[in-house]
């Protein structure tokens, strides 16, 4: 198989980034959704936005998708928040842990200041823990890099942010 025909191929996957998806959500049915199994244990954790944008942000909303499946979301909205500011009330999601469970899919889109709508990927997931049971998750905007990092008592994660 030659360049041309691997470029075509990974063409015909879609797009990795998640960009395209915002608007066509992937219609791939999830391979496992709540309620849990006997070999699963359902948890909650609280979510909290902290603003390290740079300045205010507006329509602020963090998602958290069970196997990225519609019917199994969390999500909210806060109106604003200023630089520094953490979002109130926070989110409470609800995940599994243990054999089987599925993956934790998350997603944010806020306006800034000058009115450009950032987000990031639709595909994003970064999965809680058995430890992170009752905890504060916090998801950090770093405006310096254009990041977004997850900050949990397991293993963090981050995503790039772009203009939506």
């Known amino acids: 198989m030659n360049e041309k025909d691997l470029f075509i191929k990974d063409k015909e996957r879609g797009p990795k980034s998640g960009f395209a998806t915002r608007l066509n959500p992937d219609p791939t049915p999830a391979e496992g959704s709540p309620p849990a199994s006997s070999l699963t244990t359902t948890r909650t954790a609280l979510c909290v936005v902290v603003n390290q944008w740079g300045e205010r942000i507006t329509q602020v909303t963090l ?28 989110l409470k999601v609800t995940y599994e842990t243990g054999f089987g469970a599925g993956r934790d899919y998350w997603w944010i889109q806020f306006t800034d200041a000058r009115g450009i709508i ?39 994660c981050w995503v790039p942010l772009y203009e939506a």
């Open 63 to 90: 998602r958290h998708r069970y196997q990225n499946d519609p019917n199994f979301t969390d999500e909210h909205t806060w109106p604003s928040l200023n630089q520094g500011e953490q979002s109130s009330p926070p």
């Open 118 to 156: 950032w987000t990031c990927k639709q595909n994003f997931y970064c999965n809680l823990k058995s430890e992170d049971d009752g905890q504060t998750i916090y998801f950090f905007l770093n405006g310096h890099d254009e990041n977004m990092y997850i900050q949990m008592v397991s293993p963090g």
